[in-house]
């Protein structure tokens, strides 16, 4: 991969990630210095549909490279724009999100600014721990609990029903001061958030299928169990997202009971109706358990999503104080046959938390290409499968694993792929989000809804694969075991109790997570700095991750490998941060080796920069140490 010029929405190439409209935002744009004779560089902007011009300047010289600064005007809510580059000779070139092109691209692969509002500050160094509450911990007040009569009791150490009706109904009673009492373990790790599933009563063991809104199920400790998880999560510095779900209740929720067979109560206009009885309704992928909600009630509105009084907003302000939503099944919510109103959805629910509270985050379930929907108007990031985990389980995986069809693959069988293929999926889809948005989707190897990653993993391959989700930009996800080195053979399987008991067994593995974790809390870089690809192989990615502080240069291989760099791809000498990967320089080039499946890390200068201004004397900027 030889270099070319490059863009992205980091602080090195964006003067203001948040703008407001009509603020004047300058941006940037590196082009090697032996890319070939450059004559004008101009940004094209497309303000109301209308292309706009405006003229780039070169402000810098610094270690090979040529910067290009150019001002833009911030005239829509979503601002895209690109770059024109023209050669001495009249050839002409277009940089979009999506690459270097020598014809005209379409506009939905520009990069795009957006002036909604930001998330918070805290969340682009988030690292999340997901907790489906019935498997990670039973409190010694779980044995006094009356079991309801949906509930299959199970013992801690009995193995999980992942086939037949017994599924959803084994009970293990894990619950919310059994995640209290281990607290102490996710700070050992290093995460920084938990993210909870459904925590109200239901009938099922994933409550998915809420029967009300309005309070903690009492098999999890009920509303005081919350509030002292939440409270002691925040003293020690996490914080603690909740699980709604948007797109449907559950048959025994009361506003179902209430309306079902029953024409005329008020909650009937809060689902759709297949006939005048109300017997038959439509429901999440025809799960007659799951009935769908039509968001063309305002009264749904108003008791659910909107205002001081709603669900959404409740459960964010004291005594609770949850710190976000993650909305299951974000992508369906509002949508149905003609209708679409998830944007409407979507931005009434992110109204409703910034009145709450406006320091919360919001994370939108959408498992395929959720870009359509994650312009940064409402979801700060999406929780999908396409960008990064389908692309990194064919990279990784055993050729002829099955396919994870929780996450939507084909049916049947991963595909194997190379490096090349990785980078090409993974671009794909990212490239379509805007930058602020990409920081803050899940980078997940699985979740409760998929098969355990390590699971079908090529051998040795883990720490490879968790490598990636920590460095890449995006949320880094732990699925509550996999540092204990759990596997399972589809979501079901996957949701195993946490063998407490054999943390001493498990040490290697937690370790190695521990220091991946700590690898992106610790290097600004990781959290919100730029990515440049270096080089893709078959077997090998390298990429730099970049900041006016530090850089981060990653290798990630599935194989033996060695790979040398073009000249200017990196600039000063590699220390080593973490992992066995070789890096020596000689003849002014870096080269990087490994014997075998290896994830490493290397701290590098930062790159050094004249402030945002009016173009002026071009700065020439030595060379790091």
């Known amino acids: 991969m030889s270099l070319a010029p490059h863009h992205d929405g980091s602080p090195l190439y964006v003067s203001e990630a948040a703008p407001a409209l009509g603020d004047r935002v300058r941006v940037r744009v590196r082009i090697p210095s032996d890319f070939g004779p450059v004559a004008t560089v101009h940004t094209r902007s497309n303000p109301d549909h209308e292309p706009r011009f405006q003229v780039a300047t070169k402000v810098a010289i610094a270690d090979g490279w040529d910067w290009w600064e ?17 050669l001495e000779g009249g050839k002409s070139l277009w940089l979009n999100a999506t690459g270097l092109h020598s014809i005209e691209t379409v506009d939905v692969e520009d990069f795009r600014l957006v002036t909604w509002a930001a998330p918070p500050e805290w969340a682009t160094s988030t690292v999340m721990y997901q907790i489906f509450p019935d498997r990670f911990a039973r409190s010694a007040a779980a044995d006094a609990r009356e079991l309801p009569e949906w509930a299959t009791p199970a013992k801690w150490t009995d193995d999980v029903i992942y086939i037949g009706a017994d599924t959803p109904r084994q009970f293990y009673g894990g619950d919310l001061l059994g995640i209290e009492e281990h607290l102490d373990h996710l700070i050992s790790l290093g995460v920084t958030m938990i993210y909870l599933t459904p925590v109200f009563p239901a009938q099922s063991n994933h409550r998915y299928d809420a029967l009300s809104f309005d309070e903690v199920d009492p098999l999890l400790g009920g509303n005081e ?90 459960w964010l302000r004291p005594p609770f104080s949850l710190d976000g939503w993650r909305v299951d099944v ?45 312009d940064g108007d409402s979801w700060h990031g999406a929780m999908t499968y396409a960008n990064f985990t389908r692309p990194l389980w064919a990279w990784l995986s055993e050729p002829g694993s099955p396919a994870p069809g929780g996450i939507g693959m084909a049916l ?59 460095t890449l930009p995006g949320i880094p996800v732990v699925f509550a075991g996999d540092e204990f080195g759990l596997t399972g053979v589809d979501g079901e399987h996957s949701r195993t109790p946490i063998p407490w008991g054999q943390t001493d067994a498990a040490a290697e593995t937690i370790t190695e ?53 073009a000249t200017d791809a990196v600039a000063g000498s590699p220390a080593t941060l973490y992992g066995s990967v070789t890096a020596s320089t000689s003849a002014g080039r870096l080269h990087l080796s490994t014997s075998g499946p290896a994830f490493g890390a290397f701290a590098l200068p930062g790159v050094s920069l004249p402030d945002f201004a009016d173009p002026g004397t071009i700065l020439a900027l030595d060379p790091p140490a």
């Open 70 to 86: 150019a001002e833009i005007e911030i005239e829509n809510p979503v601002h895209r724009y690109r770059f024109l580059l023209t």
């Open 225 to 314: 169990a919350l509030v002292s998880l939440v409270e002691a999560a925040h003293e020690r510095g996490l914080r603690v997202i909740g699980d709604l779900t948007s797109n449907h209740s559950g048959d025994a929720h009361e506003w179902f009971r209430a309306s079902h067979l029953s024409p005329g109560a008020p909650e009937s206009e809060f689902y759709y109706w297949l006939d005048a009885e109300q017997a038959h309704y439509v429901s999440w992928l025809g799960v007659p358990s799951l009935p769908k909600f039509n968001w063309n009630s305002y009264e749904l509105r108003r008791r659910f999503i909107h205002g001081h009084d709603s669900v959404v907003s409740r």
């Open 330 to 374: 974000s992508n369906m919510t509002g949508r149905y046959q003609e209708q679409d109103l998830n944007q409407q959805v979507r931005r009434i629910i992110r109204d409703t938390m910034v009145d709450a509270n406006p320091d919360t985050i919001l994370l939108g379930e959408s498992t395929n290409d959720a870009a359509p929907d994650f």
């Open 412 to 470: 049947g069988r991963v595909p194997t792929y190379t490096g090349q293929e990785f980078y090409q999926a993974h671009e794909r889809f990212t490239a379509a989000f805007p930058w602020r948005v990409r920081l803050h989707n899940m980078n997940a190897l699985d979740t409760h809804d998929t098969p355990r990653f390590r699971t079908h993993a090529l051998p040795g391959t883990v720490p490879v694969a968790f490598g990636l989700a920590v």
């Open 513 to 565: 997570y521990t220091e991946l974790i700590h690898l992106r809390t610790g290097h600004p870089a990781l959290n919100g700095g730029g990515v440049r690809w270096l080089h893709v192989g078959e077997d090998v990615l390298v990429f730099v991750r970049e900041a006016a502080e530090e850089s981060v240069l990653v290798v990630a291989a599935r194989a033996a490998v060695e790979v040398t760099l």
